[in-house]
Structure formats: C-alpha cells, structure tokens
C-alpha cells in the first residue's frame, strides 16, 4: 500500500496570528507536524501553504513543499490544487493532516489510509470514544455514527446517537457514554474523488451543521470511519492549546 500525505498550512490565524511557525520545543509547530507525518511510512509527505514565511520555513528542512492560492474556501479546494501540482493518478491515497496537530500519532495517519486502502469508498476517517458528557453536549465536538460496515451514517455537532430514556429528562449524570464517538479531522481520499466532491452542490445539510463531510454523505458517497488505533491529541486553535502542547512535550 502506497499513500502520500499533504499538510494544508495557512499563516492565517484570528485566534493564533502565524500559528505555523509558532516555536514548540525549539521547532516550528509545521515542522513539528511534517516530522510525525514521514514517521507514518508514507510515500511522501508534502506542505501546502498559501503564504512565502511558511513557504521559507518550510524550506528549512524539506523540499517539499507547495506555494498554493490565497483564496480558496476550504481545505479540500487546496487539496485539489495539490492534486493538479503533483500531477496525481486518481488512484493515488491521499491522507489530509491538519498543520496544527503537532502531536498527531504516526500510526492514525498509516491506519486511516490502510481503512480507504481496504475499501471501495472514496474517503475514510477516525473516532474516538467520547468519555465526557460535557463533550457529547459541546457543539464544538463533532460526533459520528456509524453503520455495521462502518460506513459513516451521520456527522453532527448534536449528541447523536440521540438517547431517548436518559436525555429526555435532560440528567447529565444519567446520560451512558458507551454509544458516543468523537469524529477526528484527519481523511483520507482517492485523488480522483477530491475533484468529484469540489463538483458537487453544496447541501442544506453541510450548511447547518457547518461541517463539510456532510456533503459526501449528502449525494449518496461513503465514507468509512473506525476507531483510532493511537490516543488523539486535541490540535493548536489557541495560545492556551499551545501551552499545552510544550507542557505535554516537555513531560
């Protein structure tokens, strides 16, 4: 099994203005995310950034990285643009890491390609286990379930699976976490399907929820889903995040 990896690194931040370059430990924070990436036994991994600091930064310890639009929409329309650079095979596996998951484990990266590697779908994706109600009521926590196959039904920022007898009567304490899982940011695709997704129309449902994966489920798609073999690390949205992060490395 072949997989290459691609890194989306926007300079961009509201919350933490130039967030790939911030220091961690005395390296970059994307240097920090390339590094994990080739320990996954990739093909290669590639940066795609939209700003010349990253690009320069970038430049320090790798040769591949990619000077990408300015004004693209969402991660998936950079990913496109990637695919046209290299020039890919619609065969090709991509897996998309996020560039502010400094922490992110090697084997969630290999398994997730490994998952789409062993489908038919077009994309494939992780979980975890939710084991905090506050997360199963935090919109900001994306959860996820799933069919036999483990075939994605449904992403949403509602606790889903809904469960009737304990959440009627809206008791925190009484609510069971067995059901619950916590959709990862992290996705693996077939390059062909990256064009395909950026043709289809946007759906009333990716609007309301605001999650972008729905429109894949929307138009008949699958996407599979299984649990990360590798605890997840919450990524770097904020300064407090990333006190985090240098006090985990730093042990």
């Known amino acids: 099994?072949?997989?290459?990896?691609?890194?989306?690194?926007?300079?961009?931040?509201?919350?933490?203005?130039?967030?790939?370059?911030?220091?961690?430990?005395?390296?970059?924070?994307?240097?920090?995310?390339f590094e994990q990436a080739q320990k996954s036994g990739a093909k290669a991994a590639y940066i795609a950034t939209d700003h010349q600091l990253v690009f320069d930064e970038a430049k320090r310890f790798t040769d591949n990285v990619l000077m990408t639009r300015e004004d693209h929409q969402s991660g998936t329309e950079r990913l496109a643009e990637v695919v046209e650079l290299l020039n890919l095979d619609d065969d090709t596996l991509i897996v998309n890491v996020q560039g502010d998951?400094?922490?992110?484990?090697?084997?969630?990266?290999?398994?997730?390609a490994e998952l789409l590697?062993?489908?038919?779908?077009?994309?494939a994706t992780l979980s975890v286990d939710i084991e905090d109600v506050e997360e199963v009521l935090n919109p900001n926590a994306v959860k996820v379930v799933s069919d036999i196959k483990n075939n994605a039904l449904y992403f949403s920022r509602s606790p889903i699976p809904f469960q009737r007898d304990s959440m009627m009567p809206l008791d925190k304490d009484?609510?069971?976490?067995?059901?619950?899982?916590?959709?990862?940011?992290i996705y693996a695709y077939r390059a062909g399907?990256?064009?395909?997704?950026?043709?289809?129309?946007?759906?009333?449902?990716?609007?309301?929820?605001?999650?972008?994966?729905?429109?894949?489920?929307?138009?008949?798609?699958s996407i599979k889903v299984t649990k990360a073999c590798k605890p997840v690390h919450a990524g770097v949205d904020t300064p407090e995040d990333l006190d985090r992060v240098i006090e985990f490395l730093n042990g």
């Not at 099994?1 to 970059?28: H, N, Q, W």
């Not at 998951?101 to 997730?112: C, G, R, T």
């Not at 590697?117 to 994309?123: G, I, T, V």
Request: proline letters at 9%; a neutral charge; hydrophobic letters at 40%.
């Open 1 to 33: 099994m072949e997989f290459i990896v691609v890194i989306p690194a926007r300079y961009a931040s509201t919350r933490l203005p130039g967030k790939p370059l911030v220091d961690i430990c005395g390296k970059s924070m994307i240097q920090r995310v």
């Open 101 to 112: 998951e400094p922490l992110l484990e090697p084997e969630n990266i290999s398994q997730v």
């Open 117 to 123: 590697f062993n489908s038919s779908a077009p994309m």
């Open 174 to 185: 009484s609510i069971p976490l067995t059901h619950f899982k916590r959709h990862v940011g």
């Open 193 to 221: 399907f990256i064009k395909t997704y950026l043709e289809l129309s946007v759906s009333p449902l990716e609007v309301q929820e605001s999650l972008e994966q729905l429109r894949v489920l929307y138009h008949g798609h």
